[in-house]
């Protein structure tokens, strides 16, 4: 069965950086993108950045020049460099593949003022 597994999240002060990390682990034939999603509490899941398996990027609006995705297919590995972040950047951020995988428990994200 193949999980996702996300990590990096924590506690970081305005202006700061963090690095997410996630791996899909199992058995997975083809992956044509892997994105990050998060959810602010009462707020909608919502795409922060996706990568798609020829290295397209593309961001929110929200966090372009701010955010950096990357990923390491050969351990169907997705990452995200968040810096300069925000108080309005506090959620629990979730990876996914496509094709759509279970999504896994997400990464706490907050950052204080």
């Known amino acids: 069965q193949v999980q996702l597994v996300e990590s990096g999240g924590g506690l970081v002060q305005a202006g700061g950086s963090l690095r997410l990390s996630c791996a899909a682990s199992?058995?997975?034939?083809?992956?044509?993108?892997m994105d990050w999603y998060r959810q602010a509490p009462g707020q909608q899941r919502e795409l922060v950045a996706i990568?798609?398996?020829?290295?397209?990027?593309n961001y929110a609006d929200s966090v372009k020049g701010r955010f950096t995705i990357s990923r390491d297919s050969a351990k169907n590995t997705v990452f995200l460099q968040m810096n300069s972040l925000k108080p309005e950047d506090t959620a629990v951020y979730y990876c996914?593949?496509?094709?759509?995988?279970?999504w896994g428990q997400g990464t706490q994200v907050t950052v204080s003022s």
């Open positions: 990568i798609t398996s020829n290295g397209f990027r």
């Open positions: 996914n593949t496509i094709p759509r995988l279970a």
């Open positions: 199992g058995s997975i034939f083809s992956i044509h993108a």
